[in-house]
């Protein structure tokens, strides 16, 4: 059983920067990779980065490689996304979630937060 809740959203003006986080409990025999998933208004849900537990590997979607960065504290289970540089088109409601592949497919994740809302303006 994992449970996934994200926080640290909020107004940012472009150029700034942000840090969410991920609480993930349960054990992690459950889930082998976190993910970070954003969905503006009238558009899907992408994929825009996971860290693997068991491997440590990292990676991300191109438009934001070199700006965010995911990162876990091992003692504390939580996953965090540092957002630097940010742009208008990174708004929206961002999700973590948790599952047993490290991929780009959201339907590989089992587990997800509630989201938390991104917005990028002046």
């Known amino acids: 059983q994992v449970q996934v809740v994200e926080s640290g959203g909020g107004l940012v003006q472009p150029g700034g920067s942000l840090r969410l986080s991920c609480a993930v409990s349960?054990?992690?025999?459950?889930?082998?990779?976190i993910g970070w998933f954003r969905q503006a208004p009238g558009k899907e849900r992408e994929w825009i980065a996971y860290?693997?537990?068991?491997?440590?590997?990292?990676q991300y979607l191109d438009s934001v490689k070199g700006r965010f960065t995911i990162s876990r504290d091992n003692a504390k289970g939580t996953v965090y996304l540092q957002m630097n540089r940010l742009k208008p088109e990174d708004t929206g409601v961002y999700y973590c979630a948790a599952g047993q592949i490290s991929t780009w497919d959201p339907q590989s994740y089992n587990y997800w937060g509630r989201g938390t809302q991104v917005t990028v303006s002046t």
């Open positions: 860290i693997s537990i068991s491997f440590g590997g990292t």
């Open positions: 349960g054990s992690t025999v459950d889930y082998e990779t």
